[in-house]
């Protein structure tokens, strides 16, 4: 019997099965009630007790190993090749949800897209800020109030960074001129917040240096940037202003009019809409950075990333942007 055995374990040594029939004749073979397994079966139960000592393991254990054999090959078989007959491809299927972009994303894209057009490359930098970068390298006197802890949000010694500004920094330590980038993020500021603010928000900051770089050649930049991004004609104007890092400074408005309750409600009645801060980098800011301002000069502007946002898909409350409401979200499937 164990002749007949070790026969058996060569025949199957290494059997492979090609398709549903082989594997049946195969059962029928060994494993049936027919088969030559429940031979042997039959054969052990009369042998003497002491034969069925040295039988049985190597019996059983073959036994176990072509069932084994057959189970799995029958698994690897359907898996192949049963998909045809099982699945009806005709059938509608069930929906099934897909994620989308953020409208602050979108924006933001968009944004990217309309710079990197003109040949503004993208960076980004920290949130978690050291004060050089987010203050001192950007001209701000040490009694500034920006510093004040109602604005800022301090860590330790550092702070979360207040304005994209600190990116700019960060930019031209590495790089040498021409600089000609745009640079998105999130901003913190320890604001009172409520529909129209909230201590978190997101801005594009925007830098161009080079040699014999101009106020002209910002105001013609960004006109094409409003023209692009508002719609053609849209009128736009620049109020002079100050920041710290640039000089001369300006806020720039596009005209919304005064048509709609709307337009009234958000441009306070005047029909011009603040959209961004820009101006000529401060020289103090190029020295701090390395950049000899005899020979660069160069402007930056800054824009509000969520403003532009709720203007442009009107939603009424910057809070709602950040309830991860599926019900606000889905609206920008496929956007
Ligand atoms: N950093 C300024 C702000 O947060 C915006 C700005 C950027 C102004 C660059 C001028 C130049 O308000």
Same mark, same amino acid.
């Given at each position: 019997m164990l002749d007949e055995i070790e026969k058996i374990e060569k025949e199957t040594a290494s059997i492979h099965f090609a398709d549903a029939e082989s594997l049946e004749q195969f059962r029928l073979t060994y494993?049936? &009630?027919?088969?030559k397994i429940q031979h042997l079966m039959d054969a052990f139960r009369n042998l003497p007790g002491e034969d069925k000592k040295t039988v049985g393991k190597p019996l059983n254990a073959l036994k176990a190993r072509l069932e084994e054999v057959y189970k799995i090959s029958k698994q690897q078989l359907t898996a192949t090749s049963g998909t045809e007959n099982k699945f009806d491809t005709t059938l509608p299927v069930s929906s099934m949800a897909t994620g989308s972009s953020h409208p602050l994303k979108i924006v933001e894209n968009t944004l990217c897209d309309i710079f990197y057009s003109l040949g503004f490359d993208i960076a980004d930098g920290p949130e978690i800020e050291d004060d050089w970068h987010n203050f001192g390298a950007l001209n701000?006197?040490?009694?500034?109030?920006?510093?004040?802890m109602q604005d800022t949000f301090f860590i330790g010694n550092h702070?979360?960074?207040?304005?994209? &500004?600190s990116v700019q920094i960060r930019e031209m330590e590495k790089r040498t001129p021409p600089i000609r980038l745009v640079m998105p993020g999130r901003v913190y500021r320890n604001e009172a917040i409520s529909s129209r603010s909230n201590c978190f928000f997101h801005q594009i900051e925007g830098l161009y240096i080079d040699k014999g770089v101009s106020f002209a050649d910002l105001k013609q930049t960004l006109y094409y940037f409003v023209q692009q991004f508002f719609g053609e004609g849209t009128q736009v104007r620049f109020r002079s202003s100050y920041f710290?890092?640039?000089?001369?400074s300006a806020e720039m408005d596009i005209w919304a009019g005064t048509d709609t309750e709307e337009n009234r409600r958000l441009t306070k009645g005047t029909g011009w809409l603040e959209v961004l801060g820009c101006g000529m980098v401060h020289p103090n800011v190029l020295k701090s950075c390395n950049i000899d301002p005899e020979v660069y000069q160069g402007y930056a502007f800054g824009m509000g990333i969520d403003r532009i946002t709720m203007l442009k898909y009107g939603?009424?409350?910057?809070r709602d942007m950040f309830h991860n409401d599926i019900r606000l979200l889905s609206q920008f499937a496929g956007l």
């Amino acid at each position: 019997m164990l002749d007949e055995i070790e026969k058996i374990e060569k025949e199957t040594a290494s059997i492979h099965f090609a398709d549903a029939e082989s594997l049946e004749q195969f059962r029928l073979t060994y494993l049936s &009630s027919k088969g030559k397994i429940q031979h042997l079966m039959d054969a052990f139960r009369n042998l003497p007790g002491e034969d069925k000592k040295t039988v049985g393991k190597p019996l059983n254990a073959l036994k176990a190993r072509l069932e084994e054999v057959y189970k799995i090959s029958k698994q690897q078989l359907t898996a192949t090749s049963g998909t045809e007959n099982k699945f009806d491809t005709t059938l509608p299927v069930s929906s099934m949800a897909t994620g989308s972009s953020h409208p602050l994303k979108i924006v933001e894209n968009t944004l990217c897209d309309i710079f990197y057009s003109l040949g503004f490359d993208i960076a980004d930098g920290p949130e978690i800020e050291d004060d050089w970068h987010n203050f001192g390298a950007l001209n701000f006197a040490d009694d500034h109030p920006a510093r004040d802890m109602q604005d800022t949000f301090f860590i330790g010694n550092h702070v979360l960074r207040t304005h994209t &500004s600190s990116v700019q920094i960060r930019e031209m330590e590495k790089r040498t001129p021409p600089i000609r980038l745009v640079m998105p993020g999130r901003v913190y500021r320890n604001e009172a917040i409520s529909s129209r603010s909230n201590c978190f928000f997101h801005q594009i900051e925007g830098l161009y240096i080079d040699k014999g770089v101009s106020f002209a050649d910002l105001k013609q930049t960004l006109y094409y940037f409003v023209q692009q991004f508002f719609g053609e004609g849209t009128q736009v104007r620049f109020r002079s202003s100050y920041f710290p890092f640039t000089e001369p400074s300006a806020e720039m408005d596009i005209w919304a009019g005064t048509d709609t309750e709307e337009n009234r409600r958000l441009t306070k009645g005047t029909g011009w809409l603040e959209v961004l801060g820009c101006g000529m980098v401060h020289p103090n800011v190029l020295k701090s950075c390395n950049i000899d301002p005899e020979v660069y000069q160069g402007y930056a502007f800054g824009m509000g990333i969520d403003r532009i946002t709720m203007l442009k898909y009107g939603i009424n409350d910057i809070r709602d942007m950040f309830h991860n409401d599926i019900r606000l979200l889905s609206q920008f499937a496929g956007l």
